[in-house]
């Protein structure tokens, strides 16, 4: 059973659309994290969330922490090709030897 | 900056073989992580460990076995590999949670760049 539910698999847009991906559980956690990958790659941190109802942007990208710390939310304004990537999200459930649960991803193509 | 570097990007073995895959961080972290990587299953934790010579399973564990003799390396091992463990394994690490080092960044994990496995 995934503690972490992304949605959706798969995103297609063109260039200039906005768009949101969730992440959502039933399970409250300490802090949730937003990774993208590209191909070939390992995933890279984005942001980390913390504070329930917590709001950060990175330039086009806003994230957001629910107030009951049990999802989160990325939006995508303007979206470019170059966004084009795995999204995952991961959560810590405030274990001391650092583990992180990660949902399944959204698969991210933006076409010029 | 942080570097994970992993033995191999690609590697072709044949079933029954013993493989071992190899991972080394150079920012002397705690915690190290192995995950594999399938379409629509998304990471998924096989092993990890907190300290030299300490481990912990993660949530596939069968199959596999790990070592972690010192602090920067981490590897992983696949007994007796089978076709159903053709996959792209990623390994990572993250400083220590606990103590004096504990913060919120502690638990953003780097990931080397991974290693495409084929099993034939």
Same mark, same amino acid.
């Given at each position: 059973t995934q503690l972490l539910e992304q949605s959706p698999q798969f995103l297609s847009i063109q260039e200039g659309e906005n768009l949101t991906v969730y992440c959502n559980s039933s399970s409250v956690f300490s802090s949730l994290q937003w990774y993208r990958q590209e191909p070939g790659e390992g995933p890279v941190l984005l942001v980390t969330v913390v504070t329930g109802g917590e709001v950060k942007k990175l330039k086009r990208l806003t994230f957001q922490f629910g107030d009951a710390r049990k999802d989160s939310s990325l939006h995508i304004t303007?979206?470019?090709?170059?966004?084009?990537g795995l999204y995952l999200c991961a959560g810590d459930r405030g274990s001391t030897l650092g583990r992180l649960y990660f949902g399944r991803g959204t698969q991210l193509t933006v076409w010029p | 900056d942080v570097k994970v570097t992993q033995s191999s990007r690609y590697l072709v073995k044949r079933t029954g073989e013993k493989v071992f895959l190899e991972c080394v961080q &150079?920012? &002397?972290?705690e915690n190290m992580f192995w995950y594999r990587q399938d379409p629509g299953l998304g990471l998924r934790l096989i092993y990890f460990s907190y300290d030299v010579k300490m481990k912990e399973k993660g949530d596939i564990p069968e199959g596999y076995s790990v070592s972690r003799e010192k602090k920067e390396r981490f590897s992983l091992i696949l007994e007796s590999a089978s076709t159903n463990q053709t996959s792209m394994y990623l390994c990572a690490s993250s400083f220590s949670t606990?103590? /004096?080092?504990? /913060?919120? $960044? $502690?638990y953003e994990q780097y990931f080397g760049p991974g290693t495409r496995l084929t099993v034939t």
């Amino acid at each position: 059973t995934q503690l972490l539910e992304q949605s959706p698999q798969f995103l297609s847009i063109q260039e200039g659309e906005n768009l949101t991906v969730y992440c959502n559980s039933s399970s409250v956690f300490s802090s949730l994290q937003w990774y993208r990958q590209e191909p070939g790659e390992g995933p890279v941190l984005l942001v980390t969330v913390v504070t329930g109802g917590e709001v950060k942007k990175l330039k086009r990208l806003t994230f957001q922490f629910g107030d009951a710390r049990k999802d989160s939310s990325l939006h995508i304004t303007a979206a470019q090709p170059g966004d084009t990537g795995l999204y995952l999200c991961a959560g810590d459930r405030g274990s001391t030897l650092g583990r992180l649960y990660f949902g399944r991803g959204t698969q991210l193509t933006v076409w010029p | 900056d942080v570097k994970v570097t992993q033995s191999s990007r690609y590697l072709v073995k044949r079933t029954g073989e013993k493989v071992f895959l190899e991972c080394v961080q &150079d920012m &002397d972290h705690e915690n190290m992580f192995w995950y594999r990587q399938d379409p629509g299953l998304g990471l998924r934790l096989i092993y990890f460990s907190y300290d030299v010579k300490m481990k912990e399973k993660g949530d596939i564990p069968e199959g596999y076995s790990v070592s972690r003799e010192k602090k920067e390396r981490f590897s992983l091992i696949l007994e007796s590999a089978s076709t159903n463990q053709t996959s792209m394994y990623l390994c990572a690490s993250s400083f220590s949670t606990s103590g /004096a080092n504990k /913060a919120v $960044s $502690s638990y953003e994990q780097y990931f080397g760049p991974g290693t495409r496995l084929t099993v034939t």
